[in-house]
């Protein structure tokens, strides 16, 4: 089937929002180390960051004009608690990332995001009783080793790459089962997150232990992460509803790619034995996107 010179003019814009996307939350890390330098902590980054994503998320509603779907959900004890529950899942995820790259522990991140799309297959099966072939399996297995063997060469469980893999998996999973428009979700989640980052902030500033008021950099810097989180989830979302999930498959591992190449470039240890435990990983990694791109292409056999 030929797409109209519309289509895939808006098939090229939807490519590049979600590389944008993946590309930003591959270098949002300089910018939380950046903050780390300037003596904020994890909780007080993440906090700022709820804080000022709120109105950039209501201005996405604002220009999809979904003021009313937020009221109806906003209506709904039932659905708020599941958003409540889609924000703490975030939330932890988001902490753990800030902590874990402003201790030097980038490298485990980017492990946790190149097997995040292993753990989304494997509650695919669990939860929406989706059927694994035997190359989805394998993928399963050398993710497993690989885990092993990070944890032999860390000398424990790689609990960073566990937890941000885990916690951003089961947040997709739950917002998979929600009806909402993207732009509506996010707003939601910020708000909820944002009443509460609102009263750690006050406190902390008027304790003295804030860094908002240090100096204009700082500030804009702080208002600057809440901005960026807001724009990338819209643009994942706004490519991913237009996008095959093929692609979506390919540009997940842009992210955990540039951190990995971030954790070198600040001299994280890089011995041997993680070297072997990446190698796994990234086969696993492999026979997935290999996996996605065979039911792509049936998928596009049947269309025709």
């Not at 399963?140 to 998996?169: C, D, E, K, N, T």
């Not at 909820?192 to 500033?205: K, P, Q």
Request: hydrophobic share 55%.
């Amino acid at each position: 089937m030929t797409l109209s010179p519309a289509a895939r003019s808006e098939q090229r814009l939807a490519l590049g929002a979600g590389a944008g996307c993946y590309v930003i939350w591959g270098f949002v890390p300089l910018l939380f180390q950046h903050l780390g330098r300037e003596g904020a902590g994890p909780w007080e980054i993440l906090a700022q960051r709820t804080v000022w994503a709120t109105p950039a998320a209501w201005a996405f509603v604002m220009l999809a004009r979904q003021q009313s779907q937020v009221a109806a959900v906003l209506r709904q004890p039932k659905l708020l608690g599941l958003f409540a529950l889609t924000a703490g899942l975030i939330s932890i995820n988001w902490i753990v990332y800030v902590y874990a790259v402003n201790n030097g522990r980038v490298l485990e991140t980017s492990l946790g995001y190149f097997i995040t799309p292993l753990f989304n297959m494997a509650g695919g099966a669990l939860v929406f009783r989706e059927r694994m072939d035997a190359r989805a399996k394998l993928a399963m297995a050398l993710a497993v080793v690989g885990v092993a063997l990070q944890a032999a060469a860390l000398g424990h469980l790689p609990v960073v790459s566990i937890v941000v893999a885990l916690s951003f998996s089961t947040y997709g999973l739950l917002r998979k089962r929600v009806a909402v428009d993207a732009q509506t979700g996010l707003f939601v989640e910020c708000l909820l997150l944002g009443l509460v980052g609102l009263a750690y902030v006050l406190s902390v500033e008027r304790s003295g232990a804030g860094h908002f008021q240090d100096s204009g950099s700082v500030a804009a810097l702080f208002v600057f992460s809440g901005l960026i989180t807001a724009l990338s989830l819209v643009m994942f979302a706004w490519s991913a509803r237009r996008m095959p999930l093929t692609a979506i498959g390919f540009l997940q591992f842009i992210t955990p790619t540039i951190t990995f190449f971030l954790g070198l470039a600040q001299g994280e240890p890089f011995t041997w034995l993680r070297g072997v435990s990446f190698a796994f990983i990234w086969a696993g990694a492999a026979l997935f996107l290999l996996g996605a791109f065979r039911r792509s292409r049936m998928a596009a056999q049947s269309a025709a």
